[in-house]
């Protein structure tokens, strides 16, 4: 999220369930919070999913081995406008919803979903 907001993203929305990231990502967006539209939720991603939002982009790194995979992939592609993309990182051990283009670093594996209607 970081990242995309230094790039130039016009908005960017956090979601996470952890109130130990949500007060690191707090502390953090200050310094973009003057240039970029910055939204911290501390929620269930799943929980946030369910209320209509649409995105051009959706970075997920869900805890290894703990999660819903197919489902997250799931919620999170109708999320996603047409052309729009979903970035998942994951262990390189788990299942992935067939789909997407894979590649994998060390341990984990980077999965890239494009929406197209």
Known sequence: GFEAASRGAA???FVDNDR???QLIHVNSQILQDQVDLKVVRKECFHYLRVRHEYDIIFADPPYGKFDISKLVEKCLTTLLNNGRFVLETSFRESIPAGGRS???GDTM?????KTV
């Open 20 to 22: 130990r990231n949500v």
């Open 103 to 105: 590649k994998r670093y």
């Open 11 to 13: 908005a960017v929305t």
């Open 110 to 114: 980077i999965t890239i979903w494009t």
